[in-house]
């Protein structure tokens, strides 16, 4: 199942991790991007929009070979 502030961001297949990102980042409120406490949490927010892009990219595409 893919992560539902995954699929919030609205990218398309074919974006790349930076744009993924980049969406990421915007999707966060300002506050939360200010508070440097939540820098763990923040870029653990990033690492799962990248992994459940990825295993979105995987699942779509079809086997090689």
Do not use: E, W
């Not at 992560?3 to 506050?31: E, G, I, Q």
């Not at 763990?40 to 990825?54: D, E, G, I, N």
């Amino acid at each position: 199942m893919i992560d539902p502030a995954y699929l919030r961001l609205d990218l398309p297949l074919t974006a790349s991790p930076f744009t993924v990102l980049r969406a990421a980042v915007r999707a966060l409120h300002p506050n939360t991007r200010a508070v440097r406490s939540f820098r763990t949490a923040r870029k653990r927010f990033y690492r799962q929009m990248l992994c459940a892009h990825a295993a979105r990219q995987t699942a779509v595409d079809p086997p090689s070979g």
